[in-house]
């Protein structure tokens, strides 16, 4: 593939960008997790948790860099309803 570049070849500015994004999806993953662990025992018993903390660890990391902001945005809605769920509880 003649047309194709090498990630040796990248600048380090576009490595250092995709770093960023990179520390900025963690970031952002880890302040769900740490929403879903304040859920408590009742929301823990729902079965939506363990569907949330499946998209957050086994999802995430299988997905590829761009696809992870579809994952986190997914397990933000759903920890949204656990949170509305289990306050009504």
Known sequence: ??????????????????????????????ELVARLRRLGTNGKQHPGYKRAL???????RKSKLP???AVLQAAAWLIDVLEQTTMML
């Open 1 to 30: 593939m003649p047309h194709r570049r090498s990630r040796a070849n990248a600048s380090p500015l576009l490595r250092g960008r995709f770093r960023q994004r990179y520390d900025e999806i963690e970031a952002k993953r880890a």
């Open 54 to 60: 499946r998209l957050l660890n086994n999802t995430f």
């Open 67 to 69: 696809q992870r902001l």
